[in-house]
């Protein structure tokens, strides 16, 4: 961990799923217009893989979901249904943390930016977003 970052906590609604990400206090939220995140109002910032930590004994009560090209990985929980984090398919290689999921008091700032989902390839084209799930120095 860097001065620039700190520790986030969060999970699912019933508690069962619970996840430590490393990311700064000020995050660049995505609202994605896809099928999926439409539906479920799906709002997150996006790390690298490493900086995500599943907590012991989450990992048996998520279950997966995919669709489309099977690229994306939407997990959630097998007892309340919440979609706390996910592997999206603008960055395979990371994780979708969704905002609300963060438990209260690290977040400090949240910049919301549009993915227009419903037109993948051109939103992916004319965006950065697939540059969040690399650590400083990595080729893109």
Sequence with gaps: MNAETVIHSGGCHCQHVRWQVE???SVIAWQCS???CSMRGNTHFIV???KFKLSANSEQYLTTYTFG????KHKFCKICGITSFYVPRSNP???AVTVKCVDVGTLSHVEYRMFDGRNW???YENTSISALSKIDGERL
């Design 69 to 72: 090209s099977h690229t994306a």
């Design 121 to 123: 390839e051109k939103s």
């Design 34 to 36: 896809c099928s999926n």
């Design 48 to 50: 690298p893989s490493s």
């Design 93 to 95: 290689d990371g994780v």
């Design 23 to 25: 990311a700064s206090p």
